[in-house]
């Protein structure tokens, strides 16, 4: 017998395994425990008041045996000489697009111009230690795309994109835990993320796929707005059924590539800003209303913020972005010359700082001056904010930093504090790296969140910058119902790199779509059958 059950209790019975199993199985009625097994489905933290609690759907099974979560088995059959399907990049969106190209019996061909994840490690130790930016090696290129090396974040909103189930039962299957299956806003850690992806290739490979990486696209085989295949940097074509391009937003060779070729693209508004970095003791404390620390049941909170700042009579949104607890903040530069980070978490998010993206929406309007690059103008603004940065932290990936309320009072920073970030900060008037319309409304945003979260607002924090690669600034644009391009047939824009993704399974899920559409069409597989 199975039977559901919805709980509220505290986090020392909810997050203790033995503690949990007596006190559930007693609210639902159950005494004899011998021949009873709970376990939970769904679960959520609920901080707002100070008796905190965790919401919990559970299952418990009474003289029956339960089986796994995963209710999904792959069905990868042997494509090693089936038609090929082209995919550019090996992020979310093209591991995922070529995995379900294989369940659909065609073989994909994935180009990645970056390294497999061992070997990424070494070019991600040259930007830390040494400031050496390999263009096509860093924190946003190589096996996994941005994705494989972040806090891996698993919260969606775009439930109506694709199968959000389907899509994390794959990654349980290739090694994370059950646990993001049942977690409200579940993460894997950029420690756990680069075997599971070295997993998702095996499977790719063991099928007959294949992975070329260390290979970058420099053009595109077009022939009467019909796409044929690819051309790599050695110069030779590959051909396919079509291309799915899934290259991450920060491509921008690719987005050149695009508008030189005419291929339709558009500039696309996206954000701009800095990581602001906490101890997480004291975003423990604001969270979780707790005067000195969280306890050994609660994990290390995160927060989400938005204010609605104006400036000169435009309303534009600042907002927190990609939060990471208990994590660090990493140089995310794709070419030398430019300044640009991020941030990231191990799978425990046991470090002794907080850190996250605060952002403003930046609008075309916004950028009056940059229009004359017509579909790349958002992306020439993007750059000489990071060329800028690199210039203010001494032409190096020594970052530009400055204290909170330093920054909002316009005051130099005499001495930063201790930080996460590891090529060290240089103390600089953020107000002159950053654009007036983005560092006017982050001071007032940051004054905002101070009145929402008591504590926010100190010089015991300080703004780290520039977080500027918070999505493409550049839309690739497509059928909605299709999602071939609008003008080139075969072509496949997907994922983060076309403006139609915002994270490891959204882009997952588009690269899923973007498979199942392409061959729908052209090799008039009937995909409602097999899904």
């Excluded at 050695?234 to 005419?262: C, N, Q, W, Y």
């Excluded at 969270?287 to 927060?303: E, N, T, V, W």
Aim: glycine fraction near 8%; include cysteine; hydrophobic fraction near 35%.
């Amino acid at each position: 017998m199975k039977k559901k059950i919805n709980l509220q209790l505290p986090p020392e019975e909810a997050f203790d395994e033995a503690r949990f199993e007596k006190v559930a199985l007693r609210k639902a009625g159950i005494n004899d425990f011998s021949n009873s097994f709970i376990r939970q489905t769904r679960r959520s933290i609920d901080a707002r008041s100070k008796q905190i609690k965790v919401n919990i759907e559970a299952e418990i099974f009474v003289n029956e045996v339960p089986g796994s979560l995963v209710q999904k088995e792959l069905n990868l059959q042997n494509v090693s000489t089936k038609d090929p399907v082209l995919i550019v990049g090996a992020g979310p969106a093209g591991l995922f697009a070529a995995l379900r190209i294989i369940e659909l019996g065609y073989k994909p061909i994935i180009f990645e111009r970056g390294k497999d994840v061992r070997s990424r490690r070494r070019d991600l130790a040259a930007i830390n230690k040494d400031h050496v930016v390999n263009p096509e090696s860093n924190y946003c290129f190589g096996e996994g795309g941005a994705g494989t090396y972040s806090d891996g974040k698993l919260y969606t909103r775009s439930k109506k994109r694709g199968n959000i189930r389907r899509v994390m039962e794959t990654l349980v299957i290739h090694g994370a835990t059950e646990e993001i299956l049942v977690d409200a806003h579940p993460h894997i850690g950029t420690n756990k993320l680069p075997k599971l992806v070295a997993n998702l290739r095996e499977s790719i490979l063991e099928a007959g796929g294949q992975i070329l990486f260390d290979t970058r696209v420099d053009d595109l085989v077009l022939e009467d707005n019909e796409i044929k295949g690819v051309k790599k940097q050695d110069g030779e074509v590959v051909k396919g059924l079509g291309v799915i391009l899934a290259t991450g937003h920060s491509a921008r060779d690719i987005f050149k590539l695009l508008a030189d070729r005419k291929v339709l693209i558009e500039a696309k508004p996206f954000a701009l800003g800095v990581r602001i970095e906490h101890s997480q003791q004291l975003i423990d404390q604001i969270q979780y209303h707790c005067k000195i620390d969280r306890g050994q049941y609660l994990p290390p909170s995160a927060y989400s913020l938005v204010h609605q700042s104006h400036f000169k009579g435009v309303q534009r949104g600042v907002f927190s972005f990609c939060m990471c607890p208990g994590g660090f903040i990493v140089p995310s530069a794709t070419s030398p010359g430019e300044l640009v980070v991020n941030g990231m978490s191990p799978s425990r998010r046991d470090g002794k700082f907080a850190n996250s993206g605060i952002v403003v929406a930046v609008e075309l309007e916004d950028i009056p001056g940059y229009h004359k690059f017509g579909p790349l103008s958002a992306m020439h603004f993007q750059a000489d904010v990071e060329r800028k940065a690199w210039e203010h932290g001494g032409k190096s990936q020594t970052a530009p930093a400055q204290r909170m309320v330093d920054f909002v009072n316009r005051k130099q920073s005499q001495s930063l504090l201790k930080t996460s970030y590891q090529p060290g900060l240089e103390s600089a008037d953020m107000h002159t790296v950053l654009p007036p319309f983005i560092s006017n409304r982050l001071a007032d945003g940051f004054q905002a969140f101070g009145k929402k979260k008591k504590g926010y607002f100190t010089n015991d924090a300080q703004l780290i910058g520039v977080e500027s690669r918070t999505s493409s600034p550049v839309r690739i644009p497509r059928d909605r119902e299709t999602f071939e391009h609008l003008i080139v047939k075969r072509l496949y824009p997907c994922g983060e790199g076309a403006g139609y993704a915002g994270g490891i399974v959204s882009a997952a899920m588009d690269g899923e779509r973007c498979a199942e559409h392409l061959l729908a069409k052209y090799a008039r597989i009937d995909v409602e059958q097999v899904l």
